[in-house]
């Protein structure tokens, strides 16, 4: 039989194929509220095997100056003494940019962890005009921007999700954001990462204006400082009903992964939601909750049982000792003082 993973690696897809479920997934081009995220499996993020043409810099900025890694994702997430004390103690500033007829794409800063990781870049005109006239943010801050295709290859050939999306860190420069956050099944290797852009395109479908043609490829260490931390498994709980054990937990200021196994076998007309247990959340020291059970994940046969994975990267930096507890199912397991 094969693995999840090997099944994954065989699925292929037309160019037609791939340009709708672009077209698909950057109509949801917004940042999505807590506890949501847009699917964006390892097989759509498209363009790896294609020749690529257009500049390469390796480890030289345009500008010569990193910006800040708190800077470069503060507007991700969150601006506070304490979220950006973790930002620039885990988090690496980045000087790979590519430029290809005058528009400059620079990665700007990486953080990450046992299974996910955030790269923010920068857009801009370098005559100084700005990227479009139009932006067009929505009340998310979300810009209306999208690649007509865009893949980072950091060396994990297992599957991901996660979201991407544009925005404008300062409206009085002429440079827009672009951010990508991606969650792994299985723990991210150190190595370099490969990024391929091409198109920068506003607006869906056939309505979509070019904006800037070209494709822009960089390579930069895929490296950080993982601030995980794993806790005990083992506990028993019910998802819908059936009995499940919990594997493994990883936990860090950046996102989370749940491994759980449920003893009844994986059917075809049953996905990962209905295999998420009816309460996920995060408890924090000041009595609020964060709801989990809308992320991503997914789910494989093991024999007679599934195993499952509940995971993604938080909308906002959370301090380890601001977590009390989560809670999964009739489960509870205390964070702060682990």
């Keep these: 039989m094969k693995t999840y993973r090997e099944s994954m690696n065989e699925l292929q897809f037309s160019p037609q194929q791939k340009q709708e479920m672009i077209d698909r997934l950057m109509t949801q081009s917004t940042r999505p509220p807590r506890g949501h995220a847009i ?26 100056v990193l910006k800040p890694v708190a800077q470069a994702f503060g507007a991700v997430f969150g601006t506070a003494p304490a979220q950006t004390e973790i930002i620039d103690r885990i988090g690496y500033p980045l ?39 139009d932006p067009d943010p929505n009340r998310d801050g979300a810009l209306a921007l999208r690649f007509g295709e865009w893949d980072t290859d950091v060396g994990h050939m297992g599957g991901m999700h996660g979201t991407a999306w544009f925005f404008d860190e300062d409206p009085a420069d002429n440079a827009v954001q672009f951010v990508q956050l991606l969650t792994a099944d299985a723990p991210l290797e150190p190595g370099t ?26 390579r930069f260490a895929f490296a950080f400082e993982d601030s995980s931390l794993e806790l005990p498994g083992g506990q028993s709980f019910s998802v819908n009903g059936e ?22 076998a994986l059917q075809p ?44 990267v938080f909308d906002q930096i959370l301090p380890l000792d601001t977590i009390e507890s989560i809670t999964i199912g009739e489960v509870t397991i205390p964070v702060n003082g682990q």
């Design 39 to 64: 699917p964006l499996r390892r097989v759509c993020a498209l363009g790896a095997a294609a020749v690529l043409s257009g500049a390469l810099c390796l480890g030289a900025a345009a500008s010569g």
């Design 243 to 264: 009995p499940a054990v919990l594997n493994s937990i990883s936990i860090s200021p950046l996102s989370f992964r749940i491994d759980y196994t449920v003893d009844t």
């Design 95 to 133: 000087d790979a940019s590519a430029t290809v007829d005058g528009v400059t794409v620079q990665a700007d800063a990486i953080i990450g962890d046992t299974y996910s990781y955030a790269i923010v870049y920068s857009i801009y005109r370098e005559d100084g005009q700005p990227i479009t006239a």
């Design 269 to 312: 007309e049953n996905n990962s939601t209905a295999l998420t247990p009816q309460s996920v959340y995060l408890t924090l020291t000041d009595g609020s909750r964060i709801d989990l059970t809308g992320f991503g994940g997914g789910a494989r046969p093991e024999g007679d049982t599934t195993r499952c994975e509940l995971s993604g």
């Design 193 to 218: 990462a490969t990024v391929h852009l091409a198109d920068l395109k506003q607006g869906i479908g056939e309505d979509a204006v070019i904006l800037a043609e070209g494709n822009w490829e960089l």
